[in-house]
């Protein structure tokens, strides 16, 4: 296994079109998270999932935005309508259990022009 | 709600000075507390953690003490490397399952 996994590593879309990105996390982890990292910030909690349930979603996550893990395995995040404020990091994470380490993926960086 | 609060960058260091980045956080009950570190090109790294007061996290020569007292996880390293360079993050866990993490503090360490 080799870790978290995101694809695409980056993306460039033009403002109004709609964006998906994919997760593959680390095998038998059951929790996986989603986070946006803008340009000198700290990352920031999108959304959560405990196997295939969406368990909490952060007030970020406005109606364009939608996350599923179908299955509890892969996770996708997907931007509808992107605006020029979209652009940043998306981070994905998983880890084992409530109190075990997260671990991180590389991001897929979106620019929206 | 949740805050953490870092110094701000960048940090230039000399090979083998000694290293704080301090890290202060606001929340209610009794959070874990994290140093993540960011290599160039690389994903969010565990550097070490701390689950209560009082205790210390350390790894690669890198320490942080949990002072409740004064709400603070300051990262030291006592003789730092250009291989140290990179951006620190301090981060917390509540109750909930999410991280809070601070802006990032970039370390930039010359031979």
């Known amino acids: 296994d080799t870790g978290v996994s995101q694809n695409p590593r980056h993306k460039i879309t033009k403002r109004g079109q709609n964006v998906t990105f994919r997760c593959d996390p680390i095998s038998e982890h059951n929790r996986l998270y989603w986070y946006r990292q803008t340009l000198g910030q700290g990352p920031e909690f999108l959304t959560y999932f405990q196997n295939e349930a969406q368990l909490e979603k952060s007030r970020l996550l406005s109606d364009r935005f939608s996350a599923e893990r179908p299955k509890g395995s892969f996770s996708t995040l997907e931007i509808q309508r992107t605006e020029q404020g979209d652009s940043a990091m998306y981070l994905c994470a998983s880890s084992l259990g409530r109190n075990t380490e997260a671990f991180f993926g590389q991001g897929t960086r979106l620019t929206v022009v | 709600g949740n805050s953490v609060t870092q110094m701000e960058g960048p940090v230039t260091l000399s090979e083998e000075a000694f290293l704080t980045i301090n890290c202060t956080y606001t929340?209610?009950?009794?959070?874990?507390l994290f140093w993540y570190v960011q290599y160039p090109g690389e994903g969010l790294q565990l550097l070490l953690k701390?689950?209560?007061?009082?205790d210390k996290g350390s790894n690669k020569g890198f320490e942080a003490t949990y002072r409740k007292e004064t709400t603070s996880f300051h990262l030291e390293k006592g003789s730092v490397q250009v291989s140290d360079s990179a951006v620190y993050f301090c981060?917390?866990?509540?109750?909930?399952?999410?991280?809070?993490f601070g802006g990032g503090t970039r370390l930039m360490v010359k031979p």
């Open positions: 981060a917390l866990k509540n109750a909930g399952n999410m991280l809070t």
């Open positions: 929340a209610t009950g009794y959070p874990s």
């Open positions: 701390a689950t209560k007061a009082d």
